[in-house]
Structures are given as structure tokens and as C-alpha cells.
């Protein structure tokens, strides 16, 4: 698959994703990428944030595949079988690439967050997934993101010691993620 052949979800995490930020970027660059809004990004709330993806991915009439970062990923796997069931073909849910999830202490630690986002959900995931995480994140042990990706049934991607993958870690532009989603989308059906 391609990306001009299935639209792709971009799930931010807490605080949205800046305009440097690498999701933002790909975004603007991939004509079939659109962002789940939310209400307010500095006060995660599951349900909210849950029903606005719901709400993104119902109705399309191509295979999606959810982009998503940080907090943005524990969205995806709170919504995974509600999205597997709501989304029939052809609008499926084709696969999930999940970057930097946190670990349940550091969304513990997100103000105003709330608490319903722990614990995290442990069922597999009902379409492909990758989880990327780095050796150095701040915001979750790379054991920790290892066993959610284990949990999830997802394939894990080392990053190497790329912090917690966004613009502060000097990921604006991500040419080795750009490259790693190129192939996971390739592999896709």
C-alpha cells in the first residue's frame, strides 16, 4: 500500500503536535493525512478524546491507517476494538503505527489528565501495528514501551536514542521514521 492509497489519522498526544513537530510535518506533506482534533489538548479526556477518533475514522470509504504519538497511542488501543468494528471494509483500519507511547506514570503525572487513561488497555490489537519507541525516552522506560508492544501484538521498532520522538528531541523532520512508515505501509494489505 502507499500512502496516496488509504487515508491516514494523525493522533496527536498531549499538547497537540506543533507545526515542526514530525507529525505536523507529515501532515502537511501527505495529501491523505488528516489530524483528530480535540476540544483541548492540554486536559486529555479519554472518552472525548476516544469518541473524536471514532468519529474521524467512521464512514471512509478507504483503508486508514492510524499515525499516532505519545498519549495519542493509549487512544488508539482504547479505541482499537471499537474502531475494528465501526470500520467494515473498505474503510478498515489497515494498521496502526504508534510512536513514543508514555508509560502509565508519566500520564499519571500529565496535568489535569484524566484518570481513566490507567491502566492501559493489554488486549491485542485487532489490525498490524508497530510500536517505536526509544532507548532514551523520558516519558517511559523503552521495557516498558517494549512490553505494551508485546501486549498489543505489535511488531517493536528500536529508534535508538532519539529521546521521546517529537520536536523538543529534534524531531521535526524524522527521515528515519519517514522511511521505517514507508515500508510498514508497503507491507500493508
Known sequence: MKA??????????????????????????????????????????????TERLLTAATGKSRPQVLVAHSIGCIVVANAAQQLASATAAPGHIAGAWLVAPPSE????AIPGVDPAFTPFPRQPLPFPTVVVSASD????????????????????????????????????????GTLRFATFLRDLK
Open 137 to 176: 525516552d523520558p516519558y517511559c522506560p523503552q521495557e516498558e514501551a517494549k512490553a505494551l508492544a508485546e501486549a498489543w501484538d505489535a511488531r517493536f521498532l528500536d529508534a535508538g536514542e532519539a529521546g521521546h520522538i517529537n520536536t523538543s528531541s529534534g524531531h521535526g523532520p524524522w527521515p528515519d
Open 4 to 49: 496516496a492509497d488509504c487515508d491516514i489519522l494523525i493522533i496527536p498526544g498531549w499538547a497537540g503536535s506543533d507545526e515542526d513537530h514530525w507529525q505536523s510535518r507529515w501532515e502537511a506533506k501527505l495529501s491523505t493525512a488528516q489530524r483528530v482534533e480535540q476540544d483541548d489538548w492540554h486536559k486529555p479526556h479519554l472518552k472525548a478524546w
Open 105 to 108: 506514570r508519566a500520564v499519571r
